[in-house]
T-cell receptor
Framework: EAQVTQNPRYLITVTGKKLTVTCSQN?????MSWYRQDPGLGLRQIYY???????DKGDVPEGYKVSRKEKRNFPLILESPSPNQTSLYFC????????????FGPGTRLTVT | GQQLNQSPQSMFIQEGEDVSMNCTSS?????WLWYKQDPGEGPVLLIA?????ELTSNGRLTAQFGTTRKDSFLNISASIPSDVGIYFC?????????FGAGTILRVKS
């Protein structure tokens, strides 16, 4: 089944403790992206990647890192999480950037206390 | 950055009624997308629009890409209980995607 998977689905952590949220897609898509969803704000793009070893900032990149060492994986790294990073996070992929629709994973709900 | 104004914020309608929602922006977009999100899940693509003026249907859903490339609307005809959810518009420019704040749809059966 074609899909985007994320792990973990739920995570509660404390301020300053480094964490990684994994994202994997099995559709051989070149483009992958991370979003955060907050009430009343819709989804905001954090980082995106056009292909392996190519990443770029979205609209809200502060406090996040990403890497794209393999085509199928695009982990999101929070080196020193803070409470304002409490949010619902989605990974998405598409065949290529530009005019191609993106397919979303199931989401990761992160709480930073 | 680019911003999308999506309206209405929420709707509470009777089963069988038609629904209309729209997105506007001061910026031009290359592609407009409409997504639906059910509770506890990621957004699912409903309709994609690629050309100004394009009108596309998907079952009871119809969406249009505005001729100015700065707006789009989504219509749902004869709503049913499973239409409940949050609907998002999204505009694509370059390699980025920007989302509206969403329209919460509640249907009274």
């Amino acid at each position: 089944e074609a899909q985007v998977t994320q792990n973990p689905r739920y995570l509660i952590t404390v301020t300053g403790k480094k964490l990684t949220v994994t994202c994997s897609q099995n559709m051989n898509h070149e483009y992958m992206s991370w979003y955060r969803q907050d009430p009343g704000l819709g989804l905001r793009q954090i980082y995106y990647s056009m292909n392996v070893e190519v990443t770029d900032k979205g609209d809200v990149p502060e406090g996040y890192k990403v890497s794209r060492k393999e085509k199928r994986n695009f982990p999101l790294i929070l080196e020193s999480p803070s409470p304002n990073q409490t949010s619902l996070y989605f990974c998405a992929s598409s065949p290529r950037g530009g005019h191609y629709e993106q397919y979303f994973g199931p989401g990761t709900r992160l709480t930073v206390t | 950055g680019q911003q999308l104004n999506q309206s209405p914020q929420s709707m509470f309608i009777q089963e069988g009624e038609d629904v209309s929602m729209n997105c506007t922006s001061s910026s031009i977009f290359n592609t407009w997308l409409w997504y639906k999100q059910d509770p506890g899940e990621g957004p699912v693509l409903l309709i994609a629009l690629y050309k100004a003026g394009e009108l596309t249907s998907n079952g009871r859903l119809t969406a249009q890409f505005g001729t100015t490339r700065k707006d789009s609307f989504l219509n749902i005809s004869a709503s049913i209980p499973s239409d409940v959810g949050i609907y998002f518009c999204a505009g694509q420019y370059g390699n980025k995607l920007v989302f509206g704040a969403g329209t919460i749809l509640r249907v009274k059966s």
